[in-house]
T-cell receptor
Framework: AQSVTQPDIHITVSEGASLELRCNYS??????LFWYVQSPGQGLQLLLK??????LVQGIKGFEAEFKRSQSSFNLRKPSVHWSDAAEYFC???????????FGAGTTVTVRA | DGGITQSPKYLFRKEGQNVTLSCEQN?????MYWYRQDPGQGLRLIYY???????QKGDIAEGYSVSREKKESFPLTVTSAQKNPTAFYLC???????????FGSGTRLTVV
């Protein structure tokens, strides 16, 4: 079964600084990878996804992520964060065999002025 | 606009009572899911359904039940057998693994 690890529980970043959130997955074949964002008390919104092809994928809100098979990673980045980026971020992995996604425990991002 | 509607947003129940959370989608998605979210634990899968009249247990199904009589609807019942039901519950749907999930805005259940 596939699994996801997000090593960082909480990250604090200054507004305007760059942000990188780590995600490591465990799955034998090519995974389907996703990043979601959740504002407090809300549902999750899809930021970006990777299935195949170009390993650098662009998403909404200025986010991008890079798939590195050798490191089993799918890290999320943003060059310059805005106060509105404060939220919880979830990495998820799925497979072609079924419809289920497995989610990481999440990383909470705090943006300081 | 298409989407997923979860109701109510907040729900309070006394211990020992069953309670049903509503989830409706108009996206024409085949698959629907229920997740439970607790602080620091991410999302844990309760039940999922890939077609009408069929559903499977997820990782934490004990104390929960579901039905899928219509493609648009996937209600979740939290029974009195669930030991610690206070949590944030999220419903999601998908057309295929390629699109990922579309989530509802969640229901916060508090049992007192």
């Amino acid at each position: 079964a596939q699994s996801v690890t997000q090593p960082d529980i909480h990250i604090t970043v200054s507004e305007g600084a760059s942000l990188e959130l780590r995600c490591n997955y465990s799955y034998g074949a090519t995974p389907y990878l996703f990043w979601y964002v959740q504002s407090p008390g809300q549902g999750l919104q899809l930021l970006l996804k990777y299935f195949s092809g170009d390993t650098l994928v662009q998403g909404i809100k200025g986010f991008e992520a890079e798939f590195k098979r050798s490191q089993s990673s799918f890290n999320l980045r943003k060059p310059s964060v805005h106060w509105s980026d404060a939220a919880e971020y979830f990495c998820a992995v799925g497979t072609i065999n079924d419809y289920k996604l497995s989610f990481g425990a999440g990383t909470t991002v705090t943006v300081r002025a | 606009d298409g989407g997923i509607t979860q109701s109510p947003k907040y729900l309070f129940r006394k211990e020992g009572q069953n309670v049903t959370l509503s989830c409706e989608q108009n996206l024409n998605h085949d698959a629907m899911y229920w997740y439970r979210q607790d602080p620091g634990q991410g999302l844990r899968l309760i039940y999922y359904s890939q077609i009408v009249n069929d559903f499977q247990k997820g990782d934490i199904a004990e104390g929960y039940s579901v039905s899928r009589e219509k493609k648009e609807s996937f209600p979740l019942t939290v029974t009195s057998a669930q030991k610690n039901p206070t949590a944030f519950y999220l419903c999601a749907s998908s057309a295929s693994i390629y699109g990922g999930y579309t989530f509802g805005s969640g229901t916060r259940l508090t049992v007192v």
